[in-house]
Protein backbone atom coordinates (compact mmCIF):
# COMPACT_ATOMS: atom_id res chain seq x y z
CA UNK A 1 0.00 0.00 0.00
CA UNK A 2 1.19 3.96 -0.73
CA UNK A 3 -0.46 6.98 -0.59
CA UNK A 4 -1.74 8.61 -3.21
CA UNK A 5 -2.49 12.58 -2.39
CA UNK A 6 -6.04 11.15 -0.57
CA UNK A 7 -5.98 7.82 0.63
CA UNK A 8 -3.79 5.04 1.35
CA UNK A 9 -4.12 2.63 -2.05
CA UNK A 10 -2.63 -0.22 -3.63
CA UNK A 11 0.39 -0.10 -5.61
CA UNK A 12 -1.37 -0.01 -8.98
CA UNK A 13 -4.02 2.62 -7.80
CA UNK A 14 -1.09 4.98 -7.42
CA UNK A 15 0.22 5.32 -10.74
CA UNK A 16 -2.02 6.93 -13.59
CA UNK A 17 -0.45 6.77 -17.45
CA UNK A 18 -1.14 7.87 -20.70
CA UNK A 19 0.70 8.98 -23.74
CA UNK A 20 -0.82 10.94 -26.62
CA UNK A 21 0.73 8.17 -29.91
CA UNK A 22 2.04 5.25 -30.39
CA UNK A 23 5.72 4.85 -28.37
CA UNK A 24 8.53 2.90 -27.77
CA UNK A 25 10.11 1.25 -24.73
CA UNK A 26 13.18 -0.82 -23.23
CA UNK A 27 12.79 -4.27 -23.44
CA UNK A 28 14.37 -7.07 -21.32
CA UNK A 29 17.02 -7.49 -24.04
CA UNK A 30 17.59 -3.74 -23.50
CA UNK A 31 16.95 -3.13 -27.19
CA UNK A 32 14.30 0.11 -27.71
CA UNK A 33 10.83 -1.72 -29.34
CA UNK A 34 7.82 -0.42 -30.47
CA UNK A 35 5.50 -0.18 -27.03
CA UNK A 36 2.15 -2.60 -27.44
CA UNK A 37 -1.13 -1.42 -27.00
CA UNK A 38 -4.68 -1.81 -27.62
CA UNK A 39 -5.36 -0.72 -31.67
CA UNK A 40 -8.91 -1.63 -31.86
CA UNK A 41 -11.40 1.04 -31.56
CA UNK A 42 -13.60 1.72 -28.46
CA UNK A 43 -13.01 -2.03 -27.11
CA UNK A 44 -12.33 -1.15 -23.59
CA UNK A 45 -15.41 1.58 -23.91
CA UNK A 46 -17.63 -0.98 -25.27
CA UNK A 47 -19.34 1.07 -28.09
CA UNK A 48 -20.68 0.31 -31.34
CA UNK A 49 -19.42 3.20 -32.99
CA UNK A 50 -16.83 2.74 -35.75
CA UNK A 51 -17.41 -0.98 -36.45
CA UNK A 52 -18.16 -2.45 -39.52
CA UNK A 53 -20.57 -5.10 -40.05
CA UNK A 54 -21.67 -8.03 -42.21
CA UNK A 55 -24.43 -9.79 -42.44
CA UNK A 56 -24.70 -9.53 -38.56
CA UNK A 57 -26.11 -7.21 -35.83
CA UNK A 58 -24.41 -5.82 -33.00
CA UNK A 59 -25.22 -5.21 -29.54
CA UNK A 60 -24.00 -4.38 -25.72
CA UNK A 61 -25.48 -5.68 -23.01
CA UNK A 62 -23.88 -5.89 -19.52
CA UNK A 63 -20.11 -4.87 -21.00
CA UNK A 64 -20.18 -7.64 -23.99
CA UNK A 65 -20.71 -7.36 -27.02
CA UNK A 66 -23.48 -9.23 -28.83
CA UNK A 67 -23.22 -10.40 -32.34
CA UNK A 68 -26.03 -12.20 -34.18
CA UNK A 69 -25.99 -13.07 -37.79
CA UNK A 70 -28.72 -12.18 -39.69
CA UNK A 71 -31.39 -14.49 -42.17
CA UNK A 72 -28.52 -13.28 -45.05
CA UNK A 73 -26.71 -15.85 -47.59
CA UNK A 74 -23.18 -15.06 -46.88
CA UNK A 75 -20.19 -14.87 -44.54
CA UNK A 76 -21.48 -12.88 -41.57
CA UNK A 77 -18.56 -11.12 -39.63
CA UNK A 78 -18.23 -8.04 -37.70
CA UNK A 79 -14.59 -5.91 -38.27
CA UNK A 80 -12.50 -3.18 -37.25
CA UNK A 81 -10.60 -2.00 -40.26
CA UNK A 82 -9.25 1.66 -38.11
CA UNK A 83 -5.89 -0.36 -36.81
CA UNK A 84 -3.75 0.96 -39.74
CA UNK A 85 -0.50 0.52 -40.04
CA UNK A 86 1.51 -1.21 -37.17
CA UNK A 87 5.50 -2.26 -37.48
CA UNK A 88 6.07 -6.06 -38.15
CA UNK A 89 3.51 -8.38 -36.42
CA UNK A 90 -0.32 -8.16 -34.72
CA UNK A 91 -1.44 -9.53 -32.07
CA UNK A 92 -5.16 -9.60 -32.43
CA UNK A 93 -6.84 -11.23 -28.75
CA UNK A 94 -10.46 -11.79 -28.25
CA UNK A 95 -12.57 -13.94 -25.53
CA UNK A 96 -15.75 -14.91 -27.27
CA UNK A 97 -18.20 -17.32 -26.06
CA UNK A 98 -20.69 -19.38 -27.94
CA UNK A 99 -24.46 -18.07 -28.35
CA UNK A 100 -25.94 -20.45 -30.58
CA UNK A 101 -22.47 -20.93 -33.05
CA UNK A 102 -19.37 -22.38 -31.47
CA UNK A 103 -17.49 -22.14 -34.59
CA UNK A 104 -15.48 -18.89 -36.17
CA UNK A 105 -12.86 -17.43 -37.38
CA UNK A 106 -10.32 -14.72 -36.35
CA UNK A 107 -8.44 -12.74 -39.10
CA UNK A 108 -6.13 -10.36 -39.58
CA UNK A 109 -5.35 -8.10 -42.76
CA UNK A 110 -7.47 -6.79 -44.99
CA UNK A 111 -11.12 -8.68 -43.85
CA UNK A 112 -9.94 -11.67 -46.07
CA UNK A 113 -8.58 -15.12 -45.12
CA UNK A 114 -4.96 -13.92 -46.20
CA UNK A 115 -4.24 -14.00 -42.04
CA UNK A 116 -6.78 -16.39 -40.00
CA UNK A 117 -7.41 -18.81 -37.73
CA UNK A 118 -10.50 -20.94 -37.53
CA UNK A 119 -11.83 -21.95 -33.86
CA UNK A 120 -13.85 -24.51 -32.54
CA UNK A 121 -15.38 -23.99 -29.10
CA UNK A 122 -16.68 -27.43 -29.15
CA UNK A 123 -13.56 -29.03 -29.57
CA UNK A 124 -11.27 -26.47 -28.15
CA UNK A 125 -9.35 -26.55 -31.20
CA UNK A 126 -7.87 -24.01 -33.65
CA UNK A 127 -6.24 -24.30 -36.68
CA UNK A 128 -3.89 -21.91 -38.53
CA UNK A 129 -5.13 -21.21 -42.49
CA UNK A 130 -2.30 -18.75 -44.13
CA UNK A 131 1.49 -18.69 -44.01
CA UNK A 132 1.16 -15.52 -42.85
CA UNK A 133 -0.02 -17.05 -39.35
CA UNK A 134 3.10 -16.53 -36.60
CA UNK A 135 1.00 -18.40 -33.83
CA UNK A 136 -2.67 -18.83 -32.65
CA UNK A 137 -4.05 -20.18 -29.24
CA UNK A 138 -7.65 -21.04 -28.07
CA UNK A 139 -7.78 -21.31 -24.39
CA UNK A 140 -10.37 -21.97 -22.03
CA UNK A 141 -11.47 -19.12 -19.38
CA UNK A 142 -14.29 -19.53 -16.77
CA UNK A 143 -18.54 -19.95 -17.71
CA UNK A 144 -17.83 -21.08 -21.27
CA UNK A 145 -15.98 -18.11 -22.40
CA UNK A 146 -12.76 -18.62 -24.24
CA UNK A 147 -9.69 -16.64 -25.27
CA UNK A 148 -8.82 -16.71 -28.74
CA UNK A 149 -5.49 -15.15 -29.98
CA UNK A 150 -3.81 -14.40 -33.80
CA UNK A 151 -0.46 -13.30 -34.30
CA UNK A 152 0.70 -12.41 -37.73
CA UNK A 153 2.78 -11.16 -39.75
CA UNK A 154 0.80 -8.34 -41.23
CA UNK A 155 1.51 -4.43 -40.89
CA UNK A 156 -1.79 -2.88 -42.13
CA UNK A 157 -5.84 -3.66 -42.16
CA UNK A 158 -8.34 -5.40 -39.78
CA UNK A 159 -8.99 -7.08 -37.64
CA UNK A 160 -12.57 -9.62 -38.16
CA UNK A 161 -14.56 -11.87 -36.22
CA UNK A 162 -16.55 -13.85 -38.44
CA UNK A 163 -18.94 -16.64 -37.37
CA UNK A 164 -19.01 -20.06 -39.67
CA UNK A 165 -22.18 -22.39 -39.53
CA UNK A 166 -22.17 -25.72 -37.87
CA UNK A 167 -20.21 -27.44 -40.78
CA UNK A 168 -17.63 -24.94 -40.11
CA UNK A 169 -18.69 -23.21 -43.73
CA UNK A 170 -17.24 -18.92 -44.34
CA UNK A 171 -21.00 -18.65 -45.94
CA UNK A 172 -24.04 -19.41 -45.33
CA UNK A 173 -27.76 -18.80 -44.87
CA UNK A 174 -27.90 -17.01 -41.21
CA UNK A 175 -31.03 -18.35 -38.84
CA UNK A 176 -31.51 -14.62 -37.42
CA UNK A 177 -31.07 -15.61 -33.72
CA UNK A 178 -27.89 -17.35 -33.46
CA UNK A 179 -23.97 -15.86 -32.78
CA UNK A 180 -21.62 -15.51 -30.17
CA UNK A 181 -20.46 -13.01 -27.15
CA UNK A 182 -17.06 -11.27 -26.97
Known amino acids: YGYN ?10 FDHSRLSNATMTDSDGLLKWAPHNLMQNSLGLT ?18 SVTETTESG ?4 F ?3 IGTVPNQTTAVFEVKA ?9 GGYATSANAA ?3 LTAVTITDTASNVISS ?3 ALADGWYRITLVYAEIQGAVVLALR ?18
Open 5 to 14: NTQTATFAET
Open 48 to 65: IAGYSLTRITLSVSSGVF
Open 75 to 78: SHRV
Open 80 to 82: DAS
Open 99 to 107: NGRTKGSLL
Open 118 to 120: DFD
Open 137 to 139: GIE
Open 165 to 182: DDSGANSYVGDGVSGMLF
